[in-house]
T-cell receptor
Framework: DQQVKQNSPSLSVQEGRISILNCDYTNSMFDYFLWYKKYPAEGPTFLISISSIKDKNEDGRFTVFLNKSAKHLSLHIVPSQPGDSAVYFCAAKNAGGTSYGKLTFGQGTILTVHP | EADIYQTPRYLVIGTGKKITLECSQTMGHDKMYWYQQDPGMELHLIHYSYGVNSTEKGDLSSESTVSRIRTEHFPLTLESARPSHTSQYLC??????????????FGNGTRLTVT
């Protein structure tokens, strides 16, 4: 049972346009959400996060939106740059308890930004 | 900048061999993790540790074992490698800060191929 789903395996956008990556989750106990970026042959790199008490968090060109009622979050990148081309993973964490620090990941979306 | 190192980066080994994947971090993080990822799939937690002499199994069953004798070192061992163990193994660490929502810092991974 996959608790974090990224239903789009890939996304292709033009340089300068907006990239929107989506993520859905099923576990209502998740209280913290993160996006990671991964280049080939490298480990994932933390990008941006959001707590369940917020609905938006912005960091430069990256904005994450959280819709708790829909159990949906999205990552917006604007403007998109060719260097943003990578695999983007959505991840979620359970509130406290023994699952502290453990993340549940989606399967990733390959973003390609064309010059 | 995260300082977490994994060796080797790539390993091709025959069935039945014993292997140890090394992971070290220089950030003094108390929590360390091993994730396994197959191409196009999500990362699955296979082991984690909250400190020295603490190790736990993750969400995905694995025949590997881990040890945490020193804070900075979290090696993973396969006593008898099989082709089904072919995968990418990612080590991560996190510290304790604020409300406890400390992002994971990943190493560059070990790509293991068992022939």
């Amino acid at each position: 049972d996959q608790q974090v789903k990224q239903n789009s395996p890939s996304l292709s956008v033009q340089e300068g346009r907006i990239s929107i990556l989506n993520c859905d989750y099923t576990n209502s106990m998740f209280d913290y959400f993160l996006w990671y970026k991964k280049y080939p042959a490298e480990g994932p790199t933390f990008l941006i996060s959001i707590s369940s008490i917020k609905d938006k968090n912005e960091d430069g060109r990256f904005t994450v939106f959280l819709n708790k009622s829909a159990k949906h979050l999205s990552l917006h990148i604007v403007p998109s740059q060719p260097g943003d081309s990578a695999v983007y993973f959505c991840a979620a964490k359970n509130a406290g308890g023994t699952s502290y620090g453990k993340l549940t990941f989606g399967q990733g979306t390959i973003l390609t930004v064309h010059p | 900048e995260a300082d977490i190192y994994q060796t080797p980066r790539y390993l091709v080994i025959g069935t039945g061999k014993k292997i140890t994947l090394e992971c070290s971090q220089t950030m003094g993080h108390d929590k360390m993790y091993w994730y396994q990822q197959d191409p196009g799939m999500e990362l699955h937690l296979i082991h984690y540790s909250y400190g020295v002499n603490s190790t736990e199994k993750g969400d995905l069953s694995s025949e590997s074992t881990v040890s945490r004798i020193r804070t900075e070192h979290f090696p993973l061992t396969l006593e008898s490698a099989r082709p089904s163990h072919t995968s990418q193994y990612l080590c991560a660490s996190s510290g304790s800060q604020g409300a406890g929502n400390s992002p994971l810092h990943f190493g560059n991974g070990t790509r293991l191929t068992v022939t």
